[in-house]
């Protein structure tokens, strides 16, 4: 698999085999880091990805072995976040960063091992999936740094784990492990360190076989019912498609041939 870098953000690094597309934090020096560049271009890498026709599945990650990514990167607390006025501005970006990720019409799956704190695990709750190895350690650390949190990246977190968890982990602070992670809802499954990646391209793999626009139209349907859905998509329009599409057809055809189903989201 050949990365290739965006040469204005080179530390979000994207890269595309098959079906299967990965969007990799690269600030291994930092535990993966999200600084102001890579929160403003994040929302054009994921539209570019989002119209890829050879895409059908994004991975998320975080490049080398250590960290998904460790959140914001404080340095910058004093000079981008330093009052009211750039606060705002900063939760903006986020924001739009967060909502890209889970507006996209494809299914995106954050791939988590070691840290995934902050922002980083705003980022991973933006996805439609969650897979963490088990040394991933999660927490949002926003009241021991004093600062604020995104409102419509709140609404993103509670809509994944409810009001009373995301209460807990915010009023604490606390750090918690993937097994309790997976018992709150943020992950979907736990897997061995070595074992990660595999999972993870094998699971991306099973979901890229399968009809497009029935995943578009379901996620846009559940998105819908949470309330998190993009304003501008009509899920019973992407429902309605689905029956009209070559893929339905070819879906009936296969079932009746007893053939595994070649759809082409058309």
């Known amino acids: 698999m050949n990365a290739s870098f965006s040469p204005a953000v080179p530390k979000l690094a994207t890269s595309i085999e098959g079906p299967v597309a990965t969007l990799a934090i690269n600030n291994p020096t930092k535990h993966n ?15 570019r990805l989002d119209e890829d026709e050879r895409v059908r599945v994004i991975i998320l990650r975080g490049a080398g072995m250590e960290s998904f990514a460790s959140g914001a990167d404080i340095a910058e607390f004093e000079t981008v976040r330093a009052d009211v006025e750039g606060g705002r501005a900063y ?9 890209a990720v889970a507006h996209c019409s494809k299914p995106v799956l954050a791939m988590i091992r070691g840290f995934c704190l902050g922002g980083g695990f705003g980022l991973a709750l933006s996805c439609d999936l969650r897979i963490a190895s088990e040394n991933a350690a999660f927490g949002i650390p926003a009241a021991r740094l004093g600062v604020g949190y ?7 977190i509670t809509a994944t784990v409810g009001a009373a968890a995301a209460k807990d982990l915010f009023y604490t602070a606390r750090r918690i492990g993937a097994d309790e992670a997976q018992r709150l809802g943020a992950i979907q499954r736990v897997v061995p360190d070595d ?17 497009p626009l029935t995943i578009r139209a379901a996620k846009a349907a559940i998105d819908a019912s949470m309330g998190i ?12 498609q689905c029956f ?23």
């Open 33 to 47: 880091a999200v600084d102001l560049g890579m929160w403003q271009a994040l929302p054009g890498i994921i539209a």
């Open 195 to 211: 074992s990660l990646e595999d999972a993870v391209l094998a699971l991306a793999h099973d979901i890229a076989k399968n009809a």
């Open 150 to 156: 995104p409102p419509g990246a709140m609404k993103l």
């Open 229 to 240: 859905g993009h304003p501008n998509t009509d899920p019973v329009a992407l429902a309605d």
């Open 244 to 266: 009209d599409s070559a893929d339905a057809v070819e879906g009936r055809t296969a079932f009746l041939d007893k053939r595994e189903p070649v759809f082409n989201g058309r």
């Open 91 to 99: 939760e903006a970006i986020n924001e739009a960063a967060f909502w």
